[in-house]
């Protein structure tokens, strides 16, 4: 079905059940999915979140200013952008991290023709940093870089096979959408990405479609074409 996509993984999904620190038994969990993709032709990009090591919002009232609480959190989405690289790298598929904000040589400065020869040869390019401004989420800088790279699909890997009515692990009566629009994901309320990351992909036609990442095979089946999670689209 793709040829091209970004995968956005929250910080949390990173950090295990807890969804705190790094948990090397995810981190190679999903290498080893990725690295499968990559290997069967997709180019992939990655935009990981840093929720399970700071997350700027949340620091606001315990003395933390928004705009140095939002760097920090750029700089944890630079931390569990390099993990997962090496796990990747492990499984034999090259990945190269790149940052919003000059930050060699831990990392790569962005570029978007550099990003796509990375993919182009077989490597994956995990894209950190955010959009490197503060008052922006990382859905927000997934959906921008979707958009710049060219992808097919902007895939939002989450712990819940696809957006609901309500949050399914609160309300047992949620009932999940095989496919909605943009406007109808707006106007219900839907909060699986912020209203920027919506009105970026809405603007760019870009489909999201909202999957389990925990479930082995999810990815793999995904873009093999068999219908998994929720498509988002314009």
């Given at each position: 079905?793709?040829?091209?996509?970004?995968?956005?993984?929250?910080?949390?999904?990173?950090?295990?059940?807890?969804?705190?620190?790094?948990?090397?038994?995810?981190?190679?969990?999903?290498?080893?999915?990725i690295a499968s993709a990559a290997k069967a032709g997709l180019q992939i990009a990655i935009v990981n979140g840093g929720g399970n090591?700071?997350?700027?919002?949340?620091?606001?009232g315990k003395g933390f200013d928004r705009v140095d609480g939002d760097k920090m959190g750029m700089l944890a989405t630079v931390i569990n952008s390099?993990?997962?690289?090496?796990?990747?790298?492990?499984?034999?598929?090259?990945?190269?991290?790149?940052?919003?904000t000059p930050m060699e040589p831990h990392a790569k400065y962005y570029m978007r023709d550099d990003a796509v020869k990375v993919m182009e040869r077989g490597g994956v390019a995990l894209i950190a940093g955010g959009t490197g401004n503060p008052f922006f989420t990382t859905?927000?800088?997934?959906?921008?870089?979707?958009?710049?790279?060219?992808?097919?699909?902007?895939?939002?890997?989450t712990r819940v096979d696809g957006v609901y009515t309500a949050d399914p692990e609160k309300d047992p009566t949620a009932t999940k959408y095989d496919e909605l629009s943009f406007d109808e994901a707006?106007?219900?309320?839907?909060?699986?990405?912020?209203?920027?990351?919506?009105?970026?992909?809405?603007?760019?036609?870009?489909?999201?479609?909202?999957?389990?990442?925990?479930?082995?095979?999810?990815?793999?089946?995904?873009?093999?074409g068999e219908k998994v999670g929720t498509l988002v689209h314009p």
């Open positions: 079905m793709y040829k091209r996509v970004l995968l956005k993984l929250s910080g949390e999904s990173l950090g295990g059940p807890a969804g705190k620190g790094l948990e090397t038994e995810w981190l190679e969990k999903y290498a080893k999915e090591i700071f997350r700027g919002l949340q620091g606001v390099l993990a997962l690289s090496m796990f990747i790298k492990a499984e034999g598929v090259d990945a190269v991290v790149f940052t919003s859905d927000s800088g997934a959906a921008l870089r979707a958009l710049e790279i060219g992808a097919d699909a902007l895939l939002k890997g707006i106007s219900k309320h839907l909060k699986v990405m912020d209203q920027t990351a919506y009105a970026l992909c809405s603007d760019g036609k870009m489909p999201i479609i909202v999957f389990d990442m925990n479930a082995t095979g999810n990815l793999t089946k995904l873009l093999s």
